[in-house]
DNA sequence: CCATCCACGTTTTTT
DNA sequence: ACGTGGATGG
């Protein structure tokens, strides 16, 4: 039999033998879907000779298309590397890097993300008068993206708003929302999508070329595809129709999103001759587990039929377990790890705790910090959220390009250079009335009137961008970023500052440096632009590092796609999950959605499984009373323990019993829980191979031929010692004299 | 122009 | 509870 059908049941077997033609596999959780995936890739190159370039997979996170990138290349011996593995958003990127000059904007483009957005979004706000305690931001954003993600532009969008004042108003915003990022030259996440499909439907030779590049498709996750994505690959595949679709209408959770189930549910109408193969032997989990899950999910309605089996049998039964508070909830949880861990039964990094709302999170981290549980945190505010890494990407995207007005105004008095809000408004009004980004206006800044001393302060900060731009021609992003650093003084403030958070920050920008030099590692031709795309387009989840011996936290939303030997579900209750939101609206469709998070929740287990829950919790600053989720009452009675001692639980821990200690307690705790905290995010970004520490010596004197990556040869002019690194200057024979850092420059002596 | 204080809303989930 | 953003005063 041919490798890359063994161990393959029937049904994946039948699905990785599928040539030509439509084929939607409904591959239920734990399925081996991935491996059907990559299986067919193999299969289709070695008997079919398919040639490697002309096969595309598509996924949603980084973290997949690295998984199936691996398992590729670990089966295909030949021509692997051609094979294009990418998420949607990546592939977009690379596809509209290349040709969206076609729609008017510069290949340079930059990608703004839902911070950006906002910010957009509030000037535009200002500027059209709208107040936004009537019409939020969000809101406007949201009703934005959700036309996008329906493919519907602004001119369709205010013909659709015809009559209602409301959307009248939307679409305005619409519209001078799409003017000002084309303007400012950047995309936001959707319009990557909807801006290729743009591109494919107005250029037939550009679509004509990648049709032929991508002759066999294949998508991952594909419930979770919106309107905008399914007409992306439905244009891609109208050619050759090899379109390979897997998902799990039962998994689908990113509505909210703009993912549209009926992708997935009317596939075949999409598709008549589609063939369609159901994968329902489940090779992660217990019988017990997937009965719990089964029963969960037999209570929403229009899906496609499918009941999850496993050979692995029973296994311990779904435990629950109720507390009167959450701190009780997530001290349980602490201790049963500890209790598991000790006997060797489970490691960290076998254990999970997944939640509904990321807020959750903190109790967890408190109790695992007193117990000393190392745990990594999944999700909250993204690395590249944080203001000093925001900042200065900001920098590197204003040396990149110089139409992003959202970055220039965001560093332009950062550090502080006196240029103040009424300096940046005439700047602003000159360019509007003058036709011009804000930063060519800056270059003006001597002949915009009303603007007085401010403009001897502005021309210093050009004329530092211009420079840096100039630097460009011979820097790597690492001799960028580092220039930035030492130029603004961004570091030399926070030192000056001294406080927990100013080296928190520190850290976090030592962390950015280590990405910049891992980028410039791992890319064989790296760029700025590929660096600040790559950046933007990272989620959290996708640097979980399977080898860190950690407890993980996280959403259930984030776990889609992982597994865990021993998983708790924390927060089972009415109002909080299912949240209060779904359970008072007036569609059902709501709690549908929340049932299938719990399904996915539920079928991460493959060991064991606990469910928890809280009578009393703060939200937001207020106690509230839940009863059990009505997702716990769903699981079969014969699967689960601990249903029936719920009452005698409560009466043995009353709350006022505990209130006194736990409230003293958690004062104490709370001085050390800052520094505790620290310390254990700092060993997070730790371990990594690319450090960078100042040299004790360097192995080159002044004076000595020393060989650049990218200058070639020069002389070492001098070497000063400086306090993170020595600076040496190089007089390069072709580059001429350059400063540089020892640590980059990576200079080797001839 | 900048620092400080207070009010408000925010969260359900994210590429 | 928490952070953000606006208003206010120096």
Redesign the pocket.
């Known amino acids: 039999m041919n490798h890359t059908l063994e161990g393959l049941n029937t049904e994946q077997q039948e699905a990785v033998c599928h040539f030509e033609g439509p084929l939607l596999i409904l591959a239920g959780a734990g399925s081996g879907k991935t491996r059907v995936l990559t299986n067919r890739i193999a299969w289709l190159i070695e008997e079919k000779q398919i040639k490697p370039w002309n096969i595309m997979a598509i996924t949603?996170?980084?973290k997949a298309a690295g998984e199936m990138r691996e398992r590729v290349n670990r089966l295909v011996d030949f021509g692997a590397e051609s094979i294009w593995v990418a998420?949607?958003?990546s592939t977009c990127v690379r596809i509209l890097r290349r040709f969206i000059d076609r729609l008017g904007y510069g290949t340079n483009f930059t990608i703004y993300?839902?911070d950006d957005q906002?910010?957009l979004m509030?000037d535009i706000c200002k500027r059209l008068n709208i107040d936004?305690?009537i019409y939020?931001e969000?809101a406007l954003l949201?009703a934005i993206s959700s036309a996008k993600d329906e493919l519907i532009g602004p001119e369709e969008y205010r013909i659709r708003a015809q009559g209602d004042f409301g959307k009248m108003k939307t679409a305005a915003v619409y519209e001078e929302y799409q003017r000002q990022l084309k303007q400012n030259n950047a995309l936001d996440?959707?319009d990557l999508i909807c801006k290729t499909v743009e591109l494919f439907q107005e250029n037939p030779d550009v679509l004509d070329y990648y049709q032929e590049k991508f002759r066999y498709i294949m998508v991952d996750e594909y419930q979770d595809t919106n309107t905008a994505q399914f007409r992306l690959v439905s244009i891609l595949a109208s050619k050759y129709r090899n379109l390979c679709v897997v998902g799990d209408d039962d998994q689908s959770?990113?509505?909210?999103?703009g993912a549209n189930i009926g992708n997935i549910l009317n596939f075949e109408q999409f598709f008549p001759d589609a063939k369609v193969i159901k994968l329902e032997q489940n090779y992660r989990s217990t019988q017990n587990i997937l009965d719990a899950a089964n029963g969960v999910i037999a209570n929403n309605s229009g899906r496609k039929e499918k009941t999850l089996w496993t050979a692995n049998g029973k296994g311990e039964p779904v435990r629950f377990r109720k507390f009167s508070t959450a701190y009780d909830e997530a001290e349980f949880i602490a201790a049963d790890i500890s209790k598991e861990t000790a006997k060797g039964e489970f490691s960290y990094k076998d254990c999970a705790v997944l939640y509904?709302?990321?807020?959750q999170s903190r109790l967890f981290e408190e109790k695992f910090l007193l117990s000393n549980i190392p745990y990594r945190l999944?999700?909250g505010v993204?690395f590249y959220a944080r203001?000093e890494i925001k900042d200065l990407l900001a920098y590197m995207k204003t040396v990149d390009n110089a139409r992003d007005d959202l970055a220039v105004r965001r560093i332009i008095?950062v550090p502080?250079?006196?240029?103040?809000?009424?300096?940046?408004a005439r700047i602003q009004d000159y360019a509007a009335s003058h036709d011009m980004s804000f930063y060519d206006a800056m270059k003006q800044a001597g002949e915009i009137p009303g603007i007085g001393r401010?403009g001897s302060r502005v021309a210093p900060f050009v004329s530092f961008i211009q420079t840096l731009r100039s630097k460009m021609e011979f820097y790597s992003v690492l001799d960028l970023l580092h220039d930035i650093i030492e130029q603004t003084g961004y570091v030399r403030e926070l030192e000056a500052e001294d406080t927990d958070e100013a080296r928190e920050r520190i850290e976090n920008i030592d962390e950015l440096i280590n990405k910049a030099a891992a980028y410039e590692e791992t890319q064989e031709q790296p760029t700025l632009s590929g660096f600040l795309e790559e950046v933007a387009?990272?989620?959290?989840?996708?640097n979980l590092d399977e080898d860190d011996n950690r407890v993980i936290l996280?959403?259930?939303?984030?776990a889609k796609g992982l597994e865990f030997p021993n998983v708790y579900l924390a927060g089972m209750e009415d109002g909080l999950f299912p949240?209060?939101?779904?359970i008072v609206?007036d569609d059902p469709g709501?709690v549908e959605?929340?049932r299938r998070?719990c399904y996915v929740g539920i079928t991460r287990a493959m060991k064991r499984l606990t469910l928890t829950g809280a009578q009393m919790r703060?939200?937001?600053?207020?106690q509230h009373f839940n009863k059990v989720s009505r997702f716990v009452k769903e699981i079969p009675e014969d699967v689960l323990t601990g249903m029936e001692k719920e009452s005698r639980q409560e009466e043995r821990k009353p709350y006022e019993e505990k209130a006194g200690n736990e409230r003293e307690s958690r004062l104490d705790f709370k001085k050390d829980y800052r520094k505790a905290r620290e310390a254990f995010r700092a060993r997070v970004f730790e371990p990594q191979q690319f450090q960078v520490k100042k040299a004790d010596h360097l192995d080159y004197g002044v004076g000595d031929q020393v060989e650049h990556i990218k200058f070639g040869r020069g002389r070492v002019l001098q070497i000063v010692e400086g306090g993170r690194d020595f600076e040496v200057t190089v007089d390069f024979e072709k580059a001429g004299v350059k400063k540089m850092f020892a640590a980059f420059a990576k200079l080797k002596k001839v």
């Open positions: 949603f996170t980084n998420t949607f958003h993300d839902g906002k910010s509030k936004t305690k939020r969000r949201s996440f959707d959770i990113y509505k909210f999103r509904r709302t990321n807020a999944i999700g993204n203001k008095n502080k250079r006196g240029i103040g809000a009424t300096t940046i401010g387009l990272v989620a959290d989840v996708d996280m959403t259930l939303h984030s949240s209060y939101m779904c609206s709501e959605e929340e998070l703060m939200i937001r600053g207020e």
